[in-house]
């Protein structure tokens, strides 16, 4: 399974992982470089219609302003969104194993 950043229910997915009240961490105004919305934003602005990006696939992670990874609450956990669009769960940059199991039942690829 997997998440891509251009799934209606994606951001629902990270809710699943970090709980009711990260909704209210969503848009820009809130959680600046490390929201949902900047990386969606990015994406659909440098590559959603730029097929070779998205090739690069699972080799890079896009970046926005130094930062590469959307931030979960408060920090704690970490997702990298690849130019292909999906959106991985970075394990080592957890709050631990129940963490990661979340992550894994939502759908997301654990690297």
Do not use: H
Not at 75 to 101: D, H, W
């Amino acid at each position: 399974m997997s998440v891509f950043i251009n799934d209606a229910d994606a951001f629902e997915k990270l809710v699943k992982v970090e709980g009711g009240r990260y909704r209210k961490l969503k848009s820009k105004q809130a959680f600046g470089d490390c929201s949902f919305d900047a990386f969606l934003e990015k994406w659909k602005q440098e590559v959603e219609d730029n097929p070779a990006l998205q090739k690069r696939g699972r080799e890079l992670a896009i970046d926005i302003n130094g930062n590469r990874a959307i931030y979960g609450f408060a920090g704690l956990n970490r997702y990298a969104v690849y130019y292909s669009g999906e959106i991985v769960f970075l394990e080592m940059l957890t709050q631990g194993k129940k963490a990661t199991e979340r992550a894994k039942k939502a759908g997301f690829r654990i690297v």
